[in-house]
């Protein structure tokens, strides 16, 4: 069997498979072909050595038959896709070193020797799936892993104290798992382990694991403690589950079930800014004021790392008003639903009692400054004003974890509209609303900068994802000022900026890397692919960088535009490459040759203003033609009527003769 009919016969299992049009069997390029590589195929000296088909709408089933005839596979992610049933038999490719399988519809138990022979596996995701039983305790065979993560999921039982000692990344949050943690995992803090009600340790406040008694007094007691850690751990216990059309929607403070017809679609963005305010109030009552300041309600009396200036842990501290004015109760009655998780935590939408919508991100790593430099620094960012920058309205801080309360934005990020969305919104971004949400992100980003110079990259996270779209597609920048607070063990693997190619060789962070940053944005915009710079665990994507470098110098840009565009804007393709240029400056490997900040603002807005020149003068022309073409109508209509009438009467003439 060759590579082509392997493909084919693992896209044979799938259904909607209509992201991958490029596998075909007559298909002029191979799988391989550097020049047109099959979608989601990542070679290596020709080599298939990865699959890459996350977030393309993908179900049915994985063949793994197929999979197997690929020997030197190394990585598969199945990213965001709607698979379900139980877990495919990756077990049999005893050589892969990554197994990406989050955020699927896969069900059931994992046998207990499904890992016995993945003695190279390095990388496994299955979070955000439905699995049930107990974390097979062949993963101690796995022992070159470096991150686990089975969150969000129904996983029961202990957890198996698996000695693997390259551990980095693990979490197991969100599951019904029991007992002791294991002394292995010490290492680890709390939010890897949160909300499995029966699970005790160190991590979780040091309280003694509990022993339920079997009188009826006993029960009473075990379900008063189990009520009061509910309580305390209501704050992240934000989770949704679809089972035969019976949705259970854990709130911010109850949990309750109700039943839905038809299928739930998770929301993957936020709403329009409005306003701004520099006041701060710690909120922990409920107020739902469309504004004014209010007070501190309700305070848990907790000094073990409130936010606020010295607030408890129950403190809900706004920074800006813009959306008026709530506290922790109001966020804890509130209906959550998970919109997704990154390098920085896991993001919720939250439904308050008036109806507003709201984005509460759980944050883990912003542990590099105490308390007070937290809140100075949440205060200065919720005091930003700009149509291009979404400021938070609200945080709560806690020593492990933080919660960021944002406006909620409907139409979601460039990248879900960009790569993931087939829809109307998808199909309205044409080359006018692309050059649009260019020049809007570079004026955000010009105004972060100017406003926050005392921060290396003043943005520090820039990519498609923390892009979110208005809904006249006007982009909002998020996540922005975050590098003084992130822990800079974890600010490598979750901060864009520092992905560039100076930090990569070792050279010091600056401004010019939130550059690089727009130029990748720049060229993900224009091409339409998904750029590798992104990626961290998984090969895959277009390097968009040295797709549109190696174009410029033979002179092909127009061959890295997104068709999507030139279908319908033909006379703007000198203005488009001229933007490749932009892309491909703010992206020099070299940081001193790199553009800066200003000078790229400026290249943006000769593009603009040429566009805008060049539609001008398309309308122009359009109308002399329209109107020139009447009026030529109007004297012919004129004349044939007047050689019309002279037949007329030759005829009459003739016939009375």
């Known amino acids: 069997m060759s ?50 088909l996350a977030d393309m709408g993908l179900s049915g089933s994985i063949n793994v038959d197929a999979l197997s005839h690929f020997t030197g596979l190394r990585s598969v992610s199945f990213i965001d896709n709607n698979f379900s049933g139980p877990v495919p038999a990756l077990g049999r490719l005893h050589a892969l070193k990554a197994i990406y399988l989050s955020r699927n519809q896969f069900s059931g138990p994992i046998p207990g020797d499904f890992f016995d022979s993945m003695t190279r596996l390095k990388k496994l995701w299955l979070n955000g799936n439905a699995f049930t039983g107990p974390i097979p305790a062949s993963l101690a065979k796995a022992t070159a892993l470096l991150e686990l993560h089975l969150e969000d999921n129904d996983f029961t039982g202990s957890i198996p104290a698996l000695d693997l000692p390259s551990l980095t990344s693990f979490n197991v949050s969100n599951n019904k798992l029991e007992g002791p943690i294991p002394d292995i995992f010490t290492k680890f803090n709390a939010s890897s382990f949160l909300v499995n009600k029966d699970l ?54 109850k949990a309750r079930k109700e039943v839905e017809k038809g299928e739930a ?46 607030g408890g842990a129950g403190d809900l501290v706004m920074v800006n008003e813009g959306k008026g004015v709530f506290g922790l109760s109001d966020l804890m009655k509130a209906e959550a639903e998970v919109m997704g998780s990154g390098g920085l935590g896991s993001a919720y939408k939250a439904v308050m009692a008036n109806g507003m919508a709201l984005v509460v991100k759980r944050v883990r790593d912003m542990t590099r400054v105490g308390k007070e430099s937290f809140d100075a620094e949440m205060a200065r960012l919720g005091r930003l ?19 960021l309360v944002y406006e909620h934005i409907p139409k979601g990020s460039l990248l879900y509209v960009l790569h993931g ?61 975050f590098l003084p607070l992130v822990n800079p063990a974890q600010a490598a693997t979750v901060m864009q900026a520092l992905r560039s190619p100076e930090v990569l ?32 665990n998984v090969k895959g994507g277009t390097d968009v960088v040295n ?31 001229r933007l490749v240029h932009v892309g491909v400056e703010c992206t020099e490997a070299d940081p001193d040759r790199r553009l800066v900040l200003k000078d790229a603002v400026d290249r943006i807005e000769e593009v603009v203003a040429a566009e805008a020149q060049r539609a001008t003068a398309a309308r122009s022309h359009a109308a002399y033609v329209r109107d020139g073409a009447g009026e030529r109508s109007v004297r012919r209509v004129g004349s044939i009527g007047e050689r019309s009438a002279r037949r007329s009467d030759d005829s009459c003439s003739f016939a009375i003769s």
């Open 421 to 481: 969305d087939r829809g109307l919104d998808h199909a309205s971004l044409d080359w006018p609303t692309r050059l649009k949400i260019v020049r809007g992100i570079a004026q955000g980003l010009a105004h972060i900068h100017a406003v926050l110079p005392f921060i290396e990259a003043p943005h520090g996270n820039l990519k498609s994802a923390n892009v979110l779209l208005s809904l006249n597609f006007e982009p909002l920048l998020v996540d922005y000022g």
């Open 3 to 52: 590579d082509v009919d392997a493909l084919l016969l693992l896209k044979g299992s799938f259904t909607n498979s209509a992201r991958l049009s490029s596998w075909t069997q007559g298909s002029s390029s191979g799988p391989c072909d550097p020049k047109a590589p099959w979608d989601g195929v990542v070679c290596l000296h020709g080599v298939i050595n990865g699959l890459h």
């Open 505 to 536: 060789a070792g050279r010091p962070i600056s401004p010019r890397c939130d550059v690089y940053c727009l130029g990748v944005l720049i060229l993900e915009l224009l091409t339409g692919k998904f750029p590798s710079q992104y990626l961290t």
């Open 265 to 310: 679609s998770p929301e993957t963005g936020q709403s329009s800014r409005k306003g701004e305010s520099t006041h701060r109030h710690r909120r922990t009552g409920s107020s739902m004021k469309p504004g004014g300041t209010g007070g501190k309600t309700g305070g848990s009396g907790d000094d073990s790392g409130g936010g606020g200036g010295g």
């Open 200 to 253: 005790c340790g160190e991590q979780l406040g040091g309280s003694p694991c509990r022993k339920v008694a079997h009188n009826g007094s006993g029960r009473v007691a075990a379900m008063c403690v189990m009520a009061v850690l509910l309580v305390c751990l209501a704050m992240y216990t934000i989770k949704t589950r679809d089972k035969s059309g019976e949705r259970e929607i854990v709130t911010l403070g």
């Open 385 to 403: 004003t700009h149509p291009n920058v979404l400021p938070p309205l609200a945080y709560h801080y806690r020593k492990d974890e933080k919660l």
């Open 547 to 577: 797709w549109a470098t190696t174009a410029i110098g033979e002179g092909r840009e127009a061959e890295v535009l997104d068709p999507a565009i030139m279908s319908g804007g033909k006379s703007s393709v000198p203005e488009m490459k």
